[in-house]
C-alpha cells in the first residue's frame, strides 16, 4: 500500500491518537496541529463519531446461555461412574470406612453426561448464592407442594432427619429443558442436593453408582419410576451413605405417598 | 488424552472471553446460529493446542483461533457466501476506500449512529478485513498489537485496515438514505 502519502499518515496518527496508540512525542505533535488546524480537528470529530456509533451498536448481546455451558464444559473432565455394589453401599451406610477395596470396584467409564454436568453446574452455582433453596422448610409438607406445583414430576420427599440428614429445603433445576425437583438436605455444614428425575434422563441403569466431577461427589440409581441424582461437597464415603439412607427409607415406604 | 494442566489453563483463558468470541464469530460469518459452532469448534482447539502452547494474551491468542477458526469453518460450509479475507478481490476493494479526511461535519455521522440498525448494516457491508479489524479494535477492545497478533498481519496494516475502515464507515453513514 502507498504509505508514503502525508495525507494518509496524518490519517493514521488521527486513528492511533483515537485508540491511545500514539507515543507521547507524537501524541504532542498532534495536538499542536489539530490547534491550527480546523479541518484537522473536523476529522478527529468524524472519526471519533464513527468509533462511538461501533462500539454502541456493533456489539452483539452476550454469548447465548447453551453456548457459554458448551465452551466451559469443553474443559471439563469427564465424569467417571463406578457402581456401588449394595453390600458396600450398606456397609458405608452402617459408617464402615472403606479405603483400598472401592478402587477393585472402578467401572469403565462413561463419556460425560449433561445429566451429571447440569447437576453440578447447579449445585456449584447454589453453594455460591445467598438462596441455596428456592423453598426454605424442614417440613416435608411445605417443600412437596412447593415443588410439585414448581415442576411436572411428582417428587418423593423422604425424611431422614433420624438418620442425620435434616431436610433445609427445595428448589428446581432445570435439565435438558426440563424443570425437576430437587431437595437439599442438610449434613453438618454441609449440603446435599437429592435431584428426581423422569427416567428418560436416567442412564437406564438401576444401581448405585457414585462419580466426581469438578471435585463434587454425585451418585446415582434409578427406581422404576425415576432416576435420582445426589450432589454433595461431602467426602464419597458419607455421599453413598447418604444414597443408602434415602434408598432404604425411600424402599420401606418411608416416602410420602404420590 | 487432554491432561490436568491443559484443562485448568483453558478453564482460566477460554470461557472468561466467551462473549468476546462470539462477538467476533458474529461479525466474521454474519451468522448467529454459525458463530455459535464456530465459537464451539475454537473452544476445541484451543482446548487441544493448549497442550503445548504458551499463551502470553489469552484474549488476543483465543480470538486468532476464534478467527481461523472461522476462516476454515466459512470456507468449507459457507464457501459461496464469503469472498476470501485477503484475497485478491479485497484487495482492489480495500484499495479503492478513499482515505481523504472528508469534507463532511461529524453531525450526519451521529445522526446516523442514532440508528443502530444502519449503523451494523454498515458494519456488515465492509471488505472482511476491514471488518475484522475494527471488530478486534472497537468491538473486543484489542491493542493495535493485539490484533496484529491476532490476524496474524503487520502492525502497519493493522493501522492502515483500521483507518480505511473507519473512513468507508463514515462515508456510508453520513451518506443521506
Known amino acids: 500500500m502507498k504509505d508514503t502519502d502525508p495525507r494518509q499518515d496524518r490519517l493514521l496518527r488521527l486513528n492511533a491518537a483515537l485508540d491511545d496508540e500514539l507515543d507521547a512525542a507524537h501524541r504532542v505533535e498532534l495536538e499542536r496541529e489539530l490547534e491550527r488546524d480546523p479541518q484537522l480537528r473536523a476529522s478527529l470529530q468524524r472519526l471519533s463519531a464513527v468509533r462511538d456509533a461501533v462500539r454502541r451498536h456493533g456489539a452483539p448481546e452476550a454469548a447465548p446461555a447453551a453456548l457459554r455451558s458448551a465452551v466451559a464444559a469443553i474443559g471439563r473432565p469427564k465424569a467417571i461412574w463406578r457402581r456401588i455394589p449394595l453390600s458396600l453401599a450398606a456397609a458405608v451406610a452402617a459408617g464402615v470406612v472403606i479405603g483400598a477395596a472401592a478402587q477393585a470396584l472402578l467401572f469403565p467409564s462413561r463419556a460425560a453426561d449433561p445429566v451429571a454436568v447440569a447437576m453440578v453446574a447447579d449445585f456449584a452455582r447454589a453453594e455460591l448464592s445467598d438462596r441455596p433453596f428456592e423453598v426454605a422448610s424442614s417440613d416435608r409438607h411445605t417443600v412437596k407442594p412447593w415443588l410439585v406445583a414448581h415442576a411436572p414430576l411428582g417428587v418423593e420427599v423422604v425424611d431422614l432427619a433420624d438418620n442425620g440428614y435434616p431436610l433445609a429445603g427445595g428448589r428446581i433445576v432445570v435439565v435438558d429443558a426440563t424443570p425437576v425437583p430437587t431437595l437439599v438436605y442438610q449434613r453438618r455444614e454441609h449440603w446435599i442436593a437429592l435431584t428426581e428425575l423422569p427416567l428418560s434422563l436416567g442412564d437406564g441403569a438401576l444401581e448405585a453408582r457414585e462419580g466426581t466431577l469438578d471435585g463434587f461427589r454425585l451418585v446415582r440409581w434409578a427406581d422404576r419410576e425415576r432416576a435420582y441424582v445426589a450432589v454433595s461437597d461431602v467426602d464419597a464415603a458419607e455421599l453413598s451413605a447418604f444414597a443408602a439412607s434415602f434408598r432404604a427409607a425411600a424402599g420401606v415406604g418411608g416416602g410420602e405417598a404420590r | ?177
Open chain 2, 1 to 177: 488424552m487432554i491432561s490436568d494442566a491443559a484443562r485448568r489453563r483453558y478453564q482460566a483463558i477460554v470461557p472468561p472471553h466467551v462473549d468476546d468470541a462470539y462477538a467476533l464469530a458474529r461479525w466474521l460469518s454474519g451468522d448467529p446460529a454459525d458463530a455459535e459452532d464456530i465459537v464451539q469448534e475454537a473452544a476445541l482447539r484451543a482446548l487441544k493446542a493448549l497442550e503445548t502452547a504458551n499463551v502470553e494474551r489469552p484474549r488476543a491468542w483465543f480470538l486468532c483461533i476464534v478467527r481461523n477458526t472461522a476462516l476454515t469453518w466459512m470456507a468449507k460450509n459457507r464457501s459461496k457466501l464469503l469472498s476470501f479475507a485477503g484475497g485478491a478481490d479485497e484487495l482492489a476493494e480495500i484499495e479503492s476506500v478513499d482515505l481523504a479526511e472528508g469534507e463532511g461535519s461529524p453531525e450526519a455521522i451521529l445522526i446516523a449512529a442514532e440508528d443502530g440498525e444502519r449503523v451494523r448494516q454498515a458494519i456488515a457491508a465492509l471488505a472482511p478485513a476491514l471488518r475484522e479489524a475494527l471488530v478486534l479494535r472497537d468491538i473486543n477492545g484489542l491493542a493495535y498489537r493485539e490484533i496484529a497478533e491476532a490476524t496474524e498481519t503487520p502492525i502497519g496494516t493493522v493501522m492502515s485496515r483500521l483507518a480505511r475502515g473507519r473512513a468507508a464507515l463514515a462515508k456510508i453513514l453520513e451518506d443521506k438514505r
